[in-house]
C-alpha cells in the first residue's frame, strides 16, 4: 500500500511525514512518500493534499502551475475513488470557491465557499489559532477516519477563513469559535480537516491511523 502526499511548494511537510510515517509503521499502512510525480499520484492508493498560505497561492500553484499534478490527483481522487484528505488549504481547496483577497474557483468537489471568519464575540481574535473542542455532528459519527474520535476532543487550528458547506451533511465536524467553524468536512472516498491532525497529538495521530487503514 501506497500514501503518497503531495508536495506543492505550499507547505512545510516535515511534521506531516513525521506523523504519517509513524502511524503507517503502527498499524501496517505501508509506504508513505511525500511526492511532486504525478506519475506517483497514480500508483497511490491514497493521496493528501497538505496547504499552508493563501487560498488563491496554493489553488494557483496546484492547478496553474502543475497541471499534470492536479489532474492526476483529481483522476486517483474522483475517477478512482481512491481515498483523499485534504488538511487545513488542501481541504479548503474541495469547495467550489475561495473568497480570500479574490475569488478563485475551487475543486468542487464538496459544494461550498471559503470565507472570513467573523466571530460574534470581537475579543475573539482572527486568525483562529490553537486548540479548540470537535463537535462531531451525530449523523457523522460512524465514518472510520473518525473511529474513536468523539466531541470534546481536541485538535489545533491556525486559520483566518473556513468552509461554508452548502450541504450540512457534507460537514463531519465543527468548532465553536464565535459561532460554528467547520473542522471536518467528507464525502464519499474523501475527507478534509481544517486542523492538522499532525499537530493535534492523540486525536490528529488516531485519525492518521484510521485514514491509513481506511477500505472504503
Not at 23 to 30: R, Y
Not at 61 to 88: H, N, Q, S, V
Not at 177 to 191: F, K, L, Q
Request: with cysteine; hydrophobic share 40%.
Amino acid at each position: 500500500m501506497l500514501t503518497v502526499l503531495i508536495d506543492y511548494d505550499s507547505g512545510n511537510l516535515h511534521s506531516a511525514e513525521k506523523a504519517f510515517q509513524r502511524m503507517s509503521a503502527e498499524v501496517g499502512g505501508g509506504e508513505v512518500l511525500v511526492t511532486s510525480r504525478p506519475e506517483d499520484v497514480a500508483r497511490a492508493d491514497r493521496i493528501v493534499l497538505p496547504g499552508d498560505g493563501a487560498f488563491p497561492a496554493c489553488r494557483n500553484a496546484l492547478t496553474r502551475d502543475r497541471a499534470a499534478l492536479y489532474e492526476a490527483i483529481e483522476e486517483a481522487a474522483i475517477t478512482k475513488a481512491r481515498p483523499f484528505m485534504g488538511i487545513c488549504v488542501g481541504m479548503q481547496m474541495l469547495a467550489s470557491v475561495g473568497r480570500e483577497y479574490v475569488d478563485t474557483p475551487g475543486f468542487d468537489w464538496i459544494g461550498g465557499e471559503i470565507v472570513k471568519i467573523t466571530p460574534s464575540d470581537r475579543s475573539l481574535k482572527v486568525p483562529h489559532m490553537g486548540w479548540n473542542d470537535l463537535v462531531l455532528s451525530q449523523a457523522q459519527v460512524a465514518h472510520p477516519v473518525l473511529d474513536g474520535i468523539k466531541t470534546g476532543d481536541h485538535a489545533y487550528f491556525v486559520h483566518s477563513y473556513h468552509f461554508m458547506v452548502a450541504d450540512l451533511a457534507h460537514r463531519l465536524a465543527h468548532v465553536d469559535y464565535g459561532g460554528e467553524i467547520t473542522a471536518i468536512v467528507g464525502r464519499d472516498t474523501m475527507i478534509g480537516t481544517q486542523f492538522h491532525p499532525e499537530k493535534s497529538q492523540t486525536t490528529g495521530l488516531r485519525m492518521i491511523a484510521n485514514f491509513l487503514t481506511w477500505a472504503p
